[in-house]
T-cell receptor, first 112, second 110 residues
Framework: KAGVTQTPRYLIKTRGQQVTLSCSPI?????VSWYQQTPGQGLQFLFE???????NKGNFPGRFSGRQFSNSRSEMNVSTLELGDSALYLC???????????FGSGTQLSVL | GEDVEQSLFLSVREGDSSVINCTYT??????LYWYKQEPGAGLQLLTY?????DMKQDQRLTVLLNKKDKHLSLRIADTQTGDSAIYFC??????????FGTGTRLKVLA
């Protein structure tokens, strides 16, 4: 069974640009959530989608958005990039078993 | 508000026990988790405990939960160099929302 796949693995952007990250969950998982990881801040929850609907949302500005498609694949978009958006963005999918989260390897975003 | 706190660093000698501590704030949390992150990888579930349990043991891992103090700990017996990683505590409430701590970087000295 394939794991959670995130693309691209690395991204370098400049301030003001926008970026789209992609996540393919484990087959059969309907919940996909996104996290931002920075040193010293741990994992900050961005949002969670279940069956194409946003079920939970964290405390991030509106520049951060996401969506989920009918095949459960998800994308997140960050517009008007700022230097502080440099981070590892992790996607996780979940089925039904004690709600364990299965994480991808992440997309490392660097904003210059 | 929701918050999960952990110390940032822990250093132990190979063969010793490691204890990683975590405090959380959401008393309605139904599950509490420990995840491990190795360099260049995502997080992987190590173990979890239901909120109505006090202790769970799984091979070298022992999880202790003190609901009154909202304190969770992870003990790793006979710590090995391969245990060097970042360990995250996480809670999940009734809204399917997970809150993670800052992570504790465990360094095992040979």
């Amino acid at each position: 069974k394939a794991g959670v796949t995130q693309t691209p693995r690395y991204l370098i952007k400049t301030r003001g640009q926008q970026v789209t990250l992609s996540c393919s969950p484990i087959s059969g998982h309907r919940s996909v959530s996104w996290y931002q990881q920075t040193p010293g801040q741990g994992l900050q929850f961005l949002f969670e989608y279940f069956s194409e609907t946003q079920r939970n949302k964290g405390n991030f500005p509106g520049r951060f958005s996401g969506r989920q498609f009918s095949n459960s694949r998800s994308e997140m978009n960050v517009s008007t990039l700022e230097l502080g958006d440099s981070a590892l963005y992790l996607c996780a999918s979940s089925g039904y078993s004690v709600s364990e989260l299965f994480f991808g390897s992440g997309t490392q975003l660097s904003v210059l | 508000g929701e918050d999960v706190e952990q110390s940032l660093f822990l250093s132990v000698r190979e063969g010793d026990s490691s204890v990683i501590n975590c405090t959380y704030t959401d008393s309605s949390s139904t599950y509490l988790y420990w995840y491990k992150q190795e360099p260049g990888a995502g997080l992987q579930l190590l173990t979890y405990i239901f909120s109505n349990m006090d202790m769970k043991q799984d091979q070298r891992l022992t999880v202790l939960l003190n609901k009154k103090d909202k304190h969770l700990s992870l003990r790793i017996a006979d710590t090995q160099t391969g245990d060097s990683a970042i360990y995250f505590c996480a809670e999940r409430g009734g809204t399917y929302k997970y809150i993670f701590g800052t992570g504790t970087r465990l360094k095992v000295l040979a």
